[in-house]
């Protein structure tokens, strides 16, 4: 049953990644655009699946809480600020969403806000990821760092490496969801923005390889792990050099094969830990007994209904974007 | 609604009791849940009347008539949030000292490495957050109910799929059109 939930919570967080990932993106992108029309296709392509793709994180931390509650309860204190200094951010995106149609005279207001807040997110994720691969300090089972432990050069660098990340899938979703100019200028930044992230992700690794960061050791006892970060570069050289072609739907796929990838070599070089080197899969599970109880519960009926609407929301509002015109 | 009910009920027997065994100071807080609970049942009573009320009066084609109602409909747009709030102090407050009811006190619950400056710091954080927000929504409302139902109505029956953008101005899905 742990390897069910392990299994699960990977699969909840992967999906998180590449559905807000996109959307994140889309408000990022937002922020950096300034024609007004080109805004509103923005937010229409994201409007019907935004929301519903935030419940992936409620569910991600829900399965940590009640299945892996030693690493919820770990991971939770040493990301007391980080933590919420997003979930701030993701209100107030939220609701500039909203608030926006609604608005006046504060309407710049909440579209900087919604931009500003995808930019948090992204950032505070990815500064997590990296500082977890960096090692968290743990003592005892208990965190013995400061409130700022979190924030490093390194997972600063991760944390920007994130955001453009993010932004490339968004391009993506952009690309496939919108047609005319502002699928164009997709497209121009699509290789602009890949150059970037290919290069944030080498100084990253040569910085990694600078600070001896122990996960690097995995790298050496696991060789065939190289072969994740081969199918990520091989999905952004197709992305570089198959954007010609104009099939709108494909960066959006490429880039989410390379997210896929670069999780996989988060997954592999982690494994056994959840917390490398600090809490294993096994020692953070909930007892047997427990796991079980909710296994019949949110196993066997929540999680196909979520996954069940997921689909039909993506299959409702499938196709482009089609300005009215009246 | 619902949840907060149903715990007050599970909790409020033991709640009693304590009340007679000790008679420290803190006791004093349990007249906090006493009165948001009945605040809570109140506002919740107040919102059905009036919706089932104004239904009633509508199916009989009257309710223009009815200043009074109309008004008191009018003014009871933040009922729903003294409701929610009032029911989360229930909650929060009526099961202290307790985390998790008789399990796990909230002295023993708390993080350790927690600092007061962090604490503080969110707590603000989300205080101006929420400041912020609720200002703005109230100045929403107040806009949505000056324009009436009328002026509120046409701006939502746009697009059916888009209920809350705004007609006519935003894009809209062609869903023949399978792309993908």
């Given at each position: 049953v742990?390897?069910?939930?392990?299994?699960?919570?990977?699969?909840?967080?992967?999906?998180?990644?590449l559905?807000?990932?996109?959307?994140?993106?889309?408000?990022?992108?937002?922020?950096?655009?300034?024609?007004?029309?080109?805004?509103r296709?923005?937010?229409?392509?994201?409007?019907?699946?935004?929301?519903?793709?935030?419940?992936?994180?409620?569910?991600?931390?829900?399965?940590?809480?009640?299945?892996?509650?030693?690493?919820?309860?770990?991971?939770?204190?040493?990301f007391?600020?980080?933590?919420?200094?997003?979930?701030?951010?993701?209100?107030?995106r939220?609701?500039?969403?909203?608030?926006?149609?609604?608005?006046?005279?504060?309407?710049?207001?909440?579209?900087?806000a919604?931009?500003?807040?995808s930019?948090?997110v992204?950032f505070?994720?990815?500064?997590?990821?990296?500082?977890?691969?960096?090692?968290?300090?743990?003592?005892?089972?208990?965190y013995?760092?400061?409130?700022?432990?979190?924030?490093?050069?390194?997972?600063?660098?991760?944390?920007?490496?994130?955001?453009?990340?993010?932004?490339?899938?968004g391009?993506?979703?952009?690309?496939?969801?919108?047609?005319?100019?502002?699928?164009?200028?997709?497209?121009?930044?699509?290789?602009?923005?890949?150059?970037?992230?290919?290069?944030?992700?080498?100084?990253l690794?040569?910085?990694?390889?600078?600070?001896?960061?122990?996960?690097?050791?995995?790298?050496?006892e696991?060789?065939?792990?190289?072969?994740?970060?081969m199918?990520?570069?091989?999905a952004?050289?197709?992305?570089?050099?198959?954007?010609?072609?104009?099939?709108?739907?494909?960066?959006?796929?490429f880039?989410?094969?390379?997210?896929?990838?670069?999780?996989?070599?988060?997954?592999?070089?982690?494994?056994?830990?959840?917390?490398?080197f600090?809490?294993?899969?096994?020692?953070?599970?909930?007892?047997?007994?427990?796991?079980?109880?909710?296994?019949?519960?949110?196993?066997?009926?929540?999680?196909?209904m979520?996954?069940?609407?997921?689909?039909?929301?993506?299959?409702?509002?499938?196709?482009?974007?089609v300005?009215?015109?009246? | 609604?619902?949840?907060?009910?149903?715990?007050?009920?599970?909790?409020?027997?033991?709640?009693?009791?304590?009340?007679?065994?000790?008679?420290?100071?803190?006791?004093?807080?349990?007249?906090?849940?006493?009165?948001?609970?009945?605040?809570?049942?109140?506002?919740?009573?107040?919102?059905?009347g009036?919706?089932?009320?104004?239904?009633?009066?509508?199916?009989?084609?009257?309710?223009?008539?009815?200043?009074?109602?109309?008004?008191?409909?009018?003014l009871?747009?933040?009922?729903?949030?003294?409701?929610?709030?009032?029911?989360?102090?229930?909650?929060?407050?009526?099961?202290?000292?307790?985390?998790v009811?008789?399990v796990l006190?909230?002295?023993?619950?708390?993080?350790?490495?927690?600092?007061?400056?962090?604490?503080?710091?969110?707590?603000?954080?989300?205080?101006?957050?929420?400041?912020?927000?609720?200002?703005?929504?109230?100045?929403?409302?107040?806009?949505?109910?000056?324009?009436?139902?009328?002026?509120?109505?046409?701006?939502?029956?746009?697009?059916?799929?888009?209920?809350?953008?705004?007609?006519?101005?935003a894009?809209?899905?062609?869903?023949?059109?399978?792309?993908?």
């Amino acid at each position: 049953v742990t390897t069910y939930f392990a299994v699960i919570l990977g699969l909840t967080i992967l999906l998180y990644v590449l559905l807000d990932g996109f959307d994140l993106g889309v408000g990022m992108f937002f922020g950096l655009t300034r024609d007004p029309d080109d805004r509103r296709s923005m937010l229409a392509s994201i409007s019907p699946v935004w929301d519903g793709n935030e419940t992936w994180l409620v569910l991600a931390g829900t399965l940590l809480w009640g299945a892996f509650p030693r690493a919820y309860s770990l991971i939770l204190s040493s990301f007391y600020l980080p933590i919420v200094l997003m979930l701030g951010a993701l209100i107030l995106r939220g609701v500039a969403f909203e608030f926006r149609d609604k608005a006046r005279g504060s309407r710049a207001f909440w579209d900087i806000a919604f931009s500003v807040g995808s930019f948090i997110v992204a950032f505070v994720q990815g500064a997590a990821v990296g500082a977890i691969a960096a090692g968290v300090p743990i003592e005892n089972g208990r965190y013995v760092g400061g409130p700022f432990c979190w924030l490093s050069p390194f997972s600063a660098l991760c944390g920007a490496a994130l955001c453009f990340g993010y932004m490339l899938l968004g391009l993506g979703w952009v690309i496939g969801k919108t047609e005319g100019g502002l699928r164009e200028k997709a497209y121009r930044r699509v290789k602009i923005y890949t150059c970037i992230v290919g290069f944030l992700l080498i100084v990253l690794f040569v910085y990694s390889s600078h600070l001896e960061l122990q996960i690097l050791n995995r790298w050496r006892e696991r060789p065939y792990l190289a072969a994740f970060p081969m199918v990520g570069m091989g999905a952004a050289l197709l992305l570089l050099f198959g954007a010609r072609d104009r099939r709108d739907f494909r960066p959006f796929i490429f880039m989410s094969v390379a997210f896929i990838a670069a999780f996989g070599t988060f997954v592999v070089s982690f494994l056994p830990y959840m917390l490398p080197f600090s809490l294993t899969i096994a020692e953070a599970a909930a007892p047997p007994a427990s796991l079980r109880f909710m296994f019949w519960g949110s196993g066997l009926v929540v999680l196909p209904m979520i996954l069940f609407y997921t689909i039909t929301v993506y299959r409702v509002f499938r196709g482009k974007l089609v300005t009215e015109v009246e | 609604l619902s949840l907060p009910i149903n715990q007050y009920s599970s909790i409020q027997i033991p709640l009693r009791r304590r009340r007679r065994e000790c008679h420290d100071p803190k006791a004093d807080l349990h007249s906090i849940p006493f009165f948001t609970f009945r605040i809570m049942v109140g506002c919740g009573l107040l919102m059905l009347g009036l919706a089932w009320f104004g239904s009633l009066l509508q199916l009989t084609e009257r309710i223009d008539r009815q200043r009074l109602l109309l008004w008191a409909i009018c003014l009871s747009f933040p009922l729903p949030f003294i409701a929610t709030l009032t029911g989360w102090f229930t909650a929060e407050v009526g099961r202290q000292p307790w985390t998790v009811y008789g399990v796990l006190r909230t002295a023993d619950s708390v993080t350790p490495s927690l600092t007061v400056g962090e604490t503080i710091a969110s707590l603000a954080f989300f205080g101006s957050i929420y400041l912020l927000i609720f200002s703005f929504g109230t100045i929403f409302i107040f806009r949505l109910i000056k324009a009436g139902p009328d002026g509120g109505g046409a701006e939502v029956a746009g697009n059916a799929k888009r209920p809350m953008a705004v007609a006519g101005k935003a894009p809209v899905w062609h869903a023949e059109e399978a792309g993908w």
